[in-house]
């Protein structure tokens, strides 16, 4: 299944966080070098619970702290993707700045770790199974 699919499948709407009474800290504020970054993982079977329990009790973490902000994380609901897939977005302060926390992240004792561990059983995403594009915000769109 292609993005074309996934965003008919899942609604564009449902990539939109709700904002009201989450203020950005100052230094968190979205600027004109700011991009979001949206990911799709097709994951093999079975491997749904063990990856959203991953990112819930620790990938998050590792995330912010590699300078990556978590905009929302999402599972569609619907057949043939319920199940096999997890969307999310991530927010970076400019392109050069996701390059450099996500190879920060690649390096990430902890992450490197963790994988290890949490995929001693196999791979929770399949091969050539993940998706990432990079957007910039409209002039008309809420500073998320």
Known sequence: ???????????MAAMIPMTAGHELLAEDA??????????????NEGKQPLILDRFRKKETEIFARCGMHGVGYWVPTDPP???????????????AAATES???????PDWIALKAE??????FVKDGGHESTFLRLTDFSPKV
């Not at 299944?1 to 609604?11: C, E, N, P, S």
């Not at 600027?31 to 993982?41: C, F, G, M, N, S």
């Not at 897939?85 to 302060?93: A, C, D, E």
């Open 1 to 11: 299944m292609d993005r074309r699919d996934l965003m008919k499948a899942f609604g």
């Open 30 to 43: 979205a600027t004109d070098e700011t991009v979001y970054e949206l990911r799709i993982y097709h994951l």
């Open 81 to 95: 993707l319920a199940g096999q897939t997890i969307v999310y977005m991530l927010r970076h302060k400019s392109r």
């Open 102 to 108: 996500w190879a920060k992240f690649g390096a990430d």
């Open 118 to 123: 949490s995929e001693k059983d196999g791979p």
